[in-house]
């Protein structure tokens, strides 16, 4: 059974037919000026902090300061809530493997804003029908069809979802 990513966790939210593709080893990011903005915003950021800190070949951190608190670094607020349920994700993943107190952020070093993130009860729940919903699209035969959105324009997955 393959293991549910922050990334999925993160398509999820974003667009389920982008979720499928990435799952399935379709991938287009190396295309996209927008992901490279990305990946330069992550490489100059935070850059006395030890990054990518990958854990069971399943989550991948942006960083952890002073032993205690996540960071995720995002470019932009534009799809917020597929961050905080990303982060929600990453603290939820380490309780299973019994870390506690796991506190978390998301920095935005653009807009030089940061944003506490908590796990509830609430959160926990909604989580595991989110890694059951996440596994059902994944192991479907193929991309469900998704209404088009304005952020579809600017999504590496454009080409291949509309042309």
Not at 25 to 41: A, H, P, R
Not at 56 to 76: G, M, P, R, Y
Not at 108 to 124: A, G, H, S, V, Y
């Amino acid at each position: 059974m393959k293991e549910i990513s922050g990334i999925m966790v993160y398509y999820y939210f974003v667009c389920k037919k982008k979720l499928w593709y990435f799952a399935n080893q379709i991938q287009m990011e190396q295309n996209s000026e927008l992901v490279e903005i990305g990946k330069i915003i992550d490489e100059t950021s935070y850059e006395n902090q030890e990054k990518h800190i990958l854990i069971d070949n399943t989550i991948n951190i942006d960083f952890i300061k002073n032993s205690a608190i996540l960071h995720e670094v995002k470019k932009t607020k534009s799809i917020e809530e597929a961050s905080i349920w990303q982060v929600k994700y990453y603290m939820y993943y380490l309780e299973q493997k019994g870390v506690e107190n796991v506190k978390a952020k998301i920095d935005f070093p653009l807009i030089k804003e940061t944003k506490d993130i908590t796990l509830d009860n609430e959160d926990r729940q909604a989580l595991k029908n989110i890694i059951m919903n996440i596994r059902k699209i994944i192991n479907s035969n193929g991309p469900i069809d998704v209404a088009q959105d304005k952020k579809c324009k600017k999504c590496a997955y454009y080409d291949l979802c509309y042309i």
